[in-house]
């Protein structure tokens, strides 16, 4: 897949106006092999203006067996767990100027699939007849057996992903953004030399696996409509600029079992715990059925 290439706009310090068009989690590689120990393996950076209020992960008490952070103005997720073995994230499709008036939130997907009994493909298809009442957006799902994607800015539709180590930004999957192609290397390597699965959670440095602000050289930068100075700053694994940045990494395993490990660190803003958050869970099936359990 080809990199967008468009003439860099020579405009200065991009304002803020064109920040709110780059919301929710920006960077996730993931290593996905069905027949492995460990099904699923995520690292992810969620990037927002630090101002944005939202909740560090924890469980949430009015979604029993949803693990997940929480967007305080919108009321979804970027990314979560489910105690019944699923797992999904969102990232934005950077577009300036492009808006849907009265957007549904995009982090609603998220809660929507952790909290249904549908499998991947067919919710996925199912959420095809609201593609058009998102802003632009990529999605994964994962039912504990089977992993999707989609995106309402593809040429083709809701897919099934086989064996393999993806990465994700805010242009389709796999697009070769440099972060992108560092970030699946990165991973690649870490699970290559790696003895089995418990070593890589056993290693605290495992976490900060796209804790990387190097910027990308200019000749490798995609356009984005953004201008040249933004597309710099936006080319870190780990971003760092005043307002907006990297505010989270996170780490979420999912396991043959059924278990569930999950780890993340807060970067930003200030004054959040900057402890690391670990959390281990097994399956309960009970949450997703039609009347709450009282067990």
Same mark, same amino acid.
């Given at each position: ?12 310090? $991009? ?5 709110? =068009?780059?919301? &929710? ?14 099904? /699923?393996? *995520? ?22 067996? &949803? ?5 305080? @103005? ?26 849907? +008036? ?33 802003? #632009? ?21 809701? +897919? &099934? ?10 242009? /389709? ?6 972060? *992108? ?25 495992? /976490? ?12 490798? &930068? ?5 201008? /040249? ?6 080319? %870190? ?14 780490? *979420? ?6 278990? $569930? ?8 803003? @200030? #004054?959040?715990? %900057?402890? $690391?958050?670990?959390?281990?869970? +097994? ?10 359990? =009282?067990?």
């Amino acid at each position: 897949m080809a990199i967008r290439h468009r003439p860099h706009s020579t405009s200065p310090y $991009i304002a803020l106006p064109l920040y709110t =068009t780059l919301p &929710l989690m920006c960077l996730i590689a993931f290593s996905f092999d069905p027949d492995a120990d460990q099904k /699923l393996l *995520v690292f992810a950076n969620r990037d927002e203006f630090y101002e944005r209020e939202a909740s560090q992960a924890g469980f949430w008490p009015d979604q029993p067996g &949803l693990l997940a952070g929480r967007d305080l @103005v919108a009321g979804g997720t970027w990314l979560g767990v489910h105690s019944s073995g699923r797992f999904a994230a969102v990232t934005n499709f950077r577009e300036p100027g492009v808006e849907v +008036q009265n957007a549904l939130s995009r982090g609603r997907m998220v809660t929507e699939f952790l909290t249904e009994k549908l499998d991947s493909n067919a919710f996925l298809s199912a959420l095809q007849d609201d593609f058009t009442r998102y802003n #632009g957006f990529n999605l994964i799902v994962y039912d504990g057996e089977k992993l999707g994607y989609c995106s309402n800015r593809a040429p083709f539709g809701p +897919q &099934l992903l086989k064996k393999g180590i993806y990465g994700l930004s805010n242009d /389709l999957l796999d697009s070769p953004w440099p972060k *992108v192609t560092r970030a699946k290397q990165r991973l690649e390597n870490a699970v290559s030399s790696s003895p089995n699965a418990d070593s890589l959670w056993s290693d605290p440095s495992t /976490l900060g696996l796209l804790g990387d602000p190097s910027k990308a050289p200019d000749n490798e &930068l995609p356009d984005t409509g953004v201008g /040249l100075e933004l597309e710099r700053t936006l080319s %870190a694994m780990t971003i760092q600029s005043p307002n907006y940045g990297t505010r989270c990494m996170t780490m *979420v395993g999912l396991w043959q079992n059924g278990s $569930i490990r999950f780890a993340e660190k807060t970067l930003h803003p @200030v #004054g959040l715990d %900057a402890a $690391i958050l670990q959390f281990e869970i +097994q399956p309960r099936m009970d949450h997703l059925d039609d009347e709450p359990s =009282t067990k």
